[in-house]
């Protein structure tokens, strides 16, 4: 009797710590969305969260810096391991000038035969670049609800701030890499059927 007991109070321990660190990602995923902070991109300048709010301030930093080198950013992506999805870039790079916007594509395939919901996080290196790396439009941190076979392309609509000029740390970077990982949303059973914040 007691090892149940034992068994019930370590799968009750781990459930607590598991919405604890879940909790805690999704923290620092917000703080990191708007700061730059450990790799994340920022919000675009001029819209919400950042900047003076402004479209005058997004229009003023979308202006492309013509005497400026082209910058290589590539593309990559992964996937849980517990998410039956296949994810990839529709493209390997594309060259940009500071202020100039670029659309990208990414493609997601739901391999299973149920539906189910996934939800990216993102990050860019070199670390430094992130507080330049500025998205306009993005499907991460979005709940992204796959039909079972399902194929969806997913755009991303950035730019690279032309401050980053005025940087000493970034007078060395050429390439740009961006990362989208997908993992599963908790939050839903195996049919895809909402359950509740975690815990309730």
């Known amino acids: 009797m007691s090892e149940v007991y034992k068994r019930r109070n370590r799968s009750t321990a781990y459930y607590t710590l598991s919405i604890i660190l879940g909790t805690v990602a999704l923290s ?13 991109p920022v919000r ?30 590539t593309f990559s992506s992964s996937v849980s391991d517990v998410l039956p999805w296949k994810f990839t870039p529709q493209q390997r790079e594309v060259r ?38 500025s998205k306009i439009q993005c499907f991460c941190f979005e709940e992204q609800r796959l039909a079972a076979g399902e194929t969806v392309d997913m755009p991303v609509f950035f730019y690279l701030d032309p401050d980053l000029l005025k940087d000493l740390n970034m007078r060395n970077v050429h390439t740009v890499t961006l990362n989208y990982t997908f993992f599963t949303e908790a939050r839903y059973d195996d049919k895809g059927r909402f359950q509740g914040a975690p815990g309730f």
């Open 28 to 40: 620092y995923g917000s703080i990191c969305q708007t700061t730059g902070y450990g790799g994340q």
């Open 96 to 133: 940009v000038l500071p202020g100039e916007t670029a659309l990208a594509f990414y493609t997601a395939t739901n391999n299973s035969d149920k539906d189910i919901v996934g939800v990216a996080t993102y990050s860019v290196t070199p670390a430094q670049t992130a507080p330049y790396f």
């Open 44 to 73: 675009a300048h001029g819209t919400a969260g950042s900047g003076d709010g402004s479209p005058e301030d997004l229009a003023s930093r979308l202006e492309p810096v013509t005497d400026a080198r082209r910058i290589r950013v």
